[in-house]
């Protein structure tokens, strides 16, 4: 018999491939979303949905009170904008930072762990070889603080109410669900351009890299860190209780936007060429993290071939979001 377990943001992207694992391992899925960019039709039928807003604690609160002891609140709700967290850093705090704090307070009502889905290149910053888990934090963006600041609240609350938390800093995740909006969703716009037969719209000389990884080795990545927190497994990693597990979860390979565009027309068999424009001021140029940690510690992989996952991707924007 399965586990009752909450998913924050599980109407969005990440969320709701998670949601859907945990439903098929039996779980009973309680959803959490405001609907601020996810989407309802994305939620399990046997998952029970609940709208409503992370960063409100009383709210979440009296959630966790109605529907009972929870065993897991699996964290994904987020602003994930690093553009928006520029121009409104406050807003940003209240979801990110505020959030977590509120989903901290719920779970601590029937000592429930937190396995928080935090950020590998917002918070390492700028890199000239894969980042580990020890590598010095230079998050270049308030989404990035604001996500790096969730981390030190899970870790104060690990030393202060003994909750048994896990973090996991996501690469660049892509696949079948991802918003095709915003600058998150690079391969989801690449996708389109592919299907519309237009040329790749590419920032500067193409050549900054990032670390692209499939979300269905990062939802297996997130259930694996959170089964060792529960059973105990990664309490050698606790320090008697003064720091929580971290997890990178990445390829380790650095993809150039030109590699990326180019594995997508290869993928679909298309020759849209590209456009190139001035390039983002302030953009990171290299991000991409080494995950053998997560490898070893938690048994998982992170293999799906790049074109294969960008065919799925491509497949999936064609005959859902323009059936």
């Known amino acids: 018999m399965g586990e009752r377990v909450v998913v924050t943001g599980g109407a969005g992207f990440i969320g709701s491939h998670l949601a859907d694992a945990l439903v098929s391992r039996g779980d009973e899925v309680h959803v959490v979303d405001n609907l601020a960019t996810g989407r309802r039709e994305q939620v399990p039928e046997d998952a029970t949905f609940h709208e409503l807003d992370v960063s409100d604690v009383d709210a979440l609160g009296e959630l966790a009170d109605r529907i009972g002891p929870v065993a897991r609140w699996y964290h994904l709700a987020a602003q994930a904008d690093v553009r928006v967290s ?10 990110n930072v505020i959030g977590t704090i509120s989903v901290l307070a719920a779970a601590r009502r029937h000592g429930a762990l937190v396995a928080f889905a935090s950020t590998g290149g917002a918070i390492y910053g700028e890199v000239v070889e894969p980042a580990d888990e020890s590598t010095p934090m230079h998050p270049p963006s308030p989404y990035g603080a604001a996500k790096l ?7 104060q609350d690990s030393r202060l109410n003994g909750g048994a ?12 669900r991802q918003d095709p909006h915003g600058e998150a969703g690079v391969v989801a716009i690449f996708a389109g351009r592919v299907l519309d037969g237009r040329p790749a719209r590419i920032f500067g000389d193409g050549e900054q890299t990032r670390d692209y990884v499939y979300v269905g080795d990062v939802v297996a990545a997130t259930i694996a860190a959170a089964d060792a927190a529960a059973s105990g497994a990664d309490a050698d990693l606790r320090s008697g209780g003064a720091t929580v597990p971290v997890y990178n979860v990445g390829t380790g390979r650095m993809t150039s936007v030109l590699e990326l565009w180019d594995a997508m027309e290869r993928a679909y ?22 995950a053998s940690f997560a490898r070893e510690r938690l048994g998982v992989t992170f293999d799906t071939p790049l074109e294969d996952g960008l065919l799925a ?4 924007l064609g005959g859902t979001v323009r059936a």
């Open 269 to 290: 068999g298309s020759t849209n060429g590209r456009e190139f424009e001035p390039r983002r001021e302030g953009e990171i140029l290299n991000s991409v993290l080494d």
């Open 86 to 95: 520029v121009e409104d850093p406050a807003f940003d705090a209240k979801v």
């Open 313 to 316: 991707t491509i497949e999936w």
């Open 165 to 176: 938390h896990t973090v996991m800093r996501y690469a660049n995740v892509y696949g079948p």
């Open 149 to 155: 600041a969730g981390e030190v609240f899970l870790a």
